[in-house]
């Protein structure tokens, strides 16, 4: 047997937040990434289609461990609807199935229709996503001209603007729980409206605790990276968020020395003043972040993502 080869890459950890562009795949962005930062690991928080742009928080290093939890937060978006005509995805790159007339709705008529969409909703999975039936994505099945049945789901809307109105299109703005889909909101509304509608824009402004305003491009990073062989990668890894910060809405538990080394060892220990229980965030007295734990009925706090402290040190250039 051939010996493994050693990863190349940098033990480089935390959280970059990408301006996705619009044309380019999830894996795409979080590959190029990870090439840029010279990085031996990295994950990304949850898919973004290629005809969206916006926030795609791709975790490096030991932050893939927390990278799930984003994957399960509220998202935020903005889009735009084009009223009167059908496709076969529900949004701009499927074929148009359907037109119709437009009426002219007021805008008490469409702020009405958003109306019914808050709260906690049903949606069928469209038939181009990325689910899997029978292990094989729906939108590989969606290719061969296959429809199957989908299950329905529940989602919430906590928030559905109306951001502007034109003729023909709706600027919305959503704040949804996890597995929302965009588009088919978006259909629904015009199904509501009597025109049909499909999407034509979508740029996500929101994951979890991480707004668009603090993402960078991939122009700035590539900028970065051209100097970084000879000037170093300081200004890259300054742009790197904390892998705790996905969870800062999380209870945090503080262990003294002595907990804190029996907790690295595996093993659940009991914590003053810990909350009763769910999830929490593991630090050190000296704000050093271990992981993630659980509390368990007898109160004591488990182990579930351990953070690997040798890998934690800082973020070597």
């Known amino acids: 047997m051939g010996r493994r080869r050693r990863a190349s890459g940098r033990n480089i950890n935390g959280i970059l937040l990408l301006d996705k562009p619009v044309g380019m795949t999830s894996n795409a962005a979080l590959q190029t990434v990870k090439r840029l930062f010279k990085a031996n690991?990295?994950?990304h928080t949850g898919n973004l289609d290629?005809?969206?742009s916006g926030l795609l928080p791709i975790?490096?290093?030991e932050a893939t461990k927390v990278s799930g939890y984003l994957l399960n937060s509220d998202k935020h978006y903005t889009g735009t609807c084009k009223l009167g005509v059908r496709t076969s995805s529900g949004d701009a790159e499927g074929?148009?199935?359907e037109k119709r007339a437009v009426d002219q709705y007021s805008e008490a008529q469409v702020l009405s229709v958003l109306e019914k969409f808050m709260g906690e909703i049903t949606q069928i999975p469209p038939m181009h996503s990325a689910i899997k039936v029978n292990g094989q994505p729906l939108y590989k099945l969606a290719h061969k001209g296959i429809e199957i049945e989908r299950k329905p789901r529940q989602v919430k809307i906590f928030q559905l603007e109306l951001i502007e109105q034109r003729?023909?299109?709706l600027d919305i703005d959503v704040h949804c729980s996890k597995g929302t889909y965009i588009r088919t909101l978006v259909e629904d509304i015009g199904s509501e409206l009597g025109c049909g509608a499909h999407l034509t824009a979508l740029r996500r402004t929101g994951a979890g605790p991480f707004q668009i305003e603090g993402a960078v491009t991939l122009e700035?990073?590539?900028?970065?990276?051209e100097v970084a062989p000879?000037?170093?990668y300081e200004d890259m890894d300054s742009l790197l968020l904390p892998m705790e910060q996905a969870l800062t809405d999380w209870p945090r538990v503080k262990l003294t020395e002595n907990s804190a080394y029996y907790l690295c060892k595996g093993q659940a220990v009991q914590v003053p003043k810990a909350p009763g229980s769910g999830w929490v965030c593991l630090f050190t007295e000296d704000e050093r972040f271990l992981g993630i734990g659980q509390i368990l009925g007898d109160g004591r706090v488990?182990?579930?993502?351990?953070?690997?402290?040798?890998e934690n040190q800082g973020n070597p250039s």
């Open 41 to 43: 690991k990295a994950g």
């Open 50 to 52: 290629p005809m969206a």
């Open 59 to 61: 975790c490096l290093g």
């Open 95 to 97: 074929e148009i199935i």
């Open 167 to 169: 003729e023909d299109e």
């Open 220 to 225: 700035t990073l590539e900028q970065l990276a």
């Open 230 to 232: 000879e000037a170093g």
């Open 302 to 310: 488990a182990p579930r993502r351990l953070i690997n402290q040798s």
